[in-house]
C-alpha cells in the first residue's frame, strides 16, 4: 500500500536561513510526488509536483525539491525562508492511473523566528 | 477564474443536527473529493467521486453522506451519526487532462458543533 511519512510534526527556522522538508514515501513504482502548503485556515496550494525527468524540480515561491529514487524521498528544500512561509507543508504521493487516489502524508508545521 | 468554491467558510451546528457542505467546481474536473482535516492528523478522505451519479467510500465514510447530480457539484452532508464532526472540511477535484491527477483544492468550510 502506498503511503507517506514527514518525520517532523514541527519545524522552526530562523529568517533567512536555509530550509529543508523531509518527506519519504513507500509506492510499488515511480511515483507521482506533490509538496502543497497549507495557511491557518485556508486550502492546499501545489507548491510542485514531479512526474518524470529531471530529478530536481522548481516549484513556485522559491521552493525546490529533490526526488531520490535510492532513498524513497522526496525533500523540499528552500535556501533563504521568509516570514510568509510560516504554514503547514504537506507532501503526497499521487496516483499514475485515473481513479486512484493521493495519499497525504501528516503534514510538517513551520514556525519562522523573526 | 476557474477554481473550486467551498460554502459556508464557517459553519455552527447543534448536536443531533444534519448539516451539508457546498463545493463547486468550474474546473470542467471529473473526479471530486471530500476530506477532512483535524490537528496533526493530515488529511483523511471522507468520500469521492469519478463521475456524475456515482462515488465510493474514503477511509473515514461514516457518519457522512454525499451525492454527485452534476459534474460540478459535490455535496457533502454531515449527519448527527458522526460522532465527532467538529473539523476543517476540505474539497478537492482532479481533472482527466495530463497532469490529470494534480488535485486541486477549495479553501475550506469550519465546523463545529456547538
Known amino acids: 500500500a502506498q503511503s507517506v511519512t514527514q518525520p517532523d510534526i514541527h519545524i522552526t527556522v530562523s529568517e533567512g536561513a536555509s530550509l529543508e522538508l523531509r518527506c519519504n514515501y513507500s509506492?510499488?513504482?515511480?511515483?507521482?510526488l506533490f509538496w502543497y502548503v497549507q495557511s491557518p485556515g485556508q486550502g492546499l496550494q501545489l507548491l510542485l509536483k514531479?512526474?518524470?525527468?529531471?530529478?530536481l524540480v522548481q516549484g513556485i515561491k522559491g521552493f525546490e525539491a529533490e526526488f531520490k529514487r535510492s532513498q524513497s524521498s522526496f525533500n523540499l528544500r528552500k535556501p533563504s525562508v521568509h516570514w510568509s512561509d510560516a504554514a503547514e507543508y504537506f507532501c503526497?504521493?499521487?496516483?499514475?492511473?485515473?481513479?486512484?487516489?493521493?495519499?497525504f502524508g501528516p503534514g510538517t508545521r513551520l514556525s519562522v523566528l523573526p | 477564474d476557474g477554481g473550486i468554491t467551498q460554502s459556508p467558510k464557517y459553519l455552527f451546528r447543534k448536536e443531533g443536527q444534519n448539516v451539508t457542505l457546498s463545493c463547486e467546481q468550474n474546473?470542467?474536473?471529473?473526479?471530486m473529493y471530500w476530506y477532512r482535516q483535524d490537528p496533526g492528523q493530515g488529511l483523511r478522505l471522507i468520500y469521492y467521486?469519478?463521475?456524475?451519479?456515482?462515488?465510493q467510500k474514503g477511509d473515514i465514510a461514516e457518519g457522512y453522506s454525499v451525492s454527485r447530480e452534476k459534474k460540478e457539484s459535490f455535496p457533502l452532508t454531515v449527519t448527527s451519526a458522526q460522532k465527532n464532526p467538529t473539523a476543517f472540511y476540505l474539497c478537492?477535484?482532479?481533472?482527466?487532462?495530463?497532469?490529470?491527477?494534480?488535485?486541486?483544492f477549495g479553501p475550506g468550510t469550519r465546523l463545529t458543533v456547538l
Open positions: 478537492a477535484s482532479t481533472g482527466r487532462g495530463a497532469p490529470y491527477n494534480e488535485q486541486f
Open positions: 509506492y510499488g513504482a515511480t511515483p507521482y
Open positions: 514531479y512526474f518524470s525527468g529531471d530529478t
Open positions: 503526497a504521493v499521487g496516483a499514475r492511473n485515473y481513479g486512484q487516489n493521493f495519499v
Open positions: 474546473l470542467n474536473h471529473d473526479a
Open positions: 467521486s469519478q463521475i456524475v451519479n456515482d462515488f
